[in-house]
């Protein structure tokens, strides 16, 4: 395994081939692993999902990943990139099923669509506000449609917010904390933009 591999991190909530097939389409050397050597000599870290908060974070924890991806991504600042419930997991907590910590790692709670006009859950094509740029928006022009599948959502003004996506109301569909990114989109699911989205990420150096 080369040293700029991309780990996948494997913690069985789904979605993960279309994100290793995503990286390989444009070139990156990207594998599906919960190995911890591997994760260590991995260059960059993904944590993609879908399904339940708790159940994401009780992964995580029974695979003794909590411990390794903070000294990974918190101690040795190794970029990450955390996709749909991947990046709900950055946030302080979740009230899905019950009230359940998150990794923390950016200050924000994450809440469920609450309004009777809305299908919950909110599926397909939106559009982005970029509101604080970052790499992974180089040559991504503001109002992009992406891809979303989802029915929690981090509040507006959480910490870190990059882009904000309007579903009845304005949410947090991006956030950035120095080498830490999360998008609550599908970049792997949106066509030229969103391999954009991993090609920027792909190419980041310390």
Known sequence: ???NTIAI???????LRSVEKAFQKIGADAVITHDHDIIKRADKIVLPG????????????QLGLIDLLNREV???QKFFLGICLGMQLLGSKSYEMEETPGLNWIKGD????????????????NNITITNPNVLFE?????TDFYFVHSYYFESGTQGAATL????????????????FGCQFHPE??????LEILKNFAKLTT
């Open 139 to 143: 040559k991504i022009p503001d109002q």
């Open 110 to 125: 994450v809440v469920r669509f609450s309004s009777e006009k809305l299908k919950v859950p909110h599926v397909g094509w």
């Open 74 to 76: 918190i101690g040795k």
């Open 9 to 15: 991190i494997d913690y069985s909530m789904g979605n």
């Open 189 to 194: 699911k949106s066509q030229k933009f969103g």
């Open 1 to 3: 395994m080369s040293d």
């Open 165 to 180: 996506t309007n579903y009845g109301i304005d949410f947090v569909s991006s956030v950035n904390r120095d080498n830490i």
């Open 50 to 61: 879908v399904g339940a908060f708790k159940e994401g974070m009780d992964n995580l924890r």
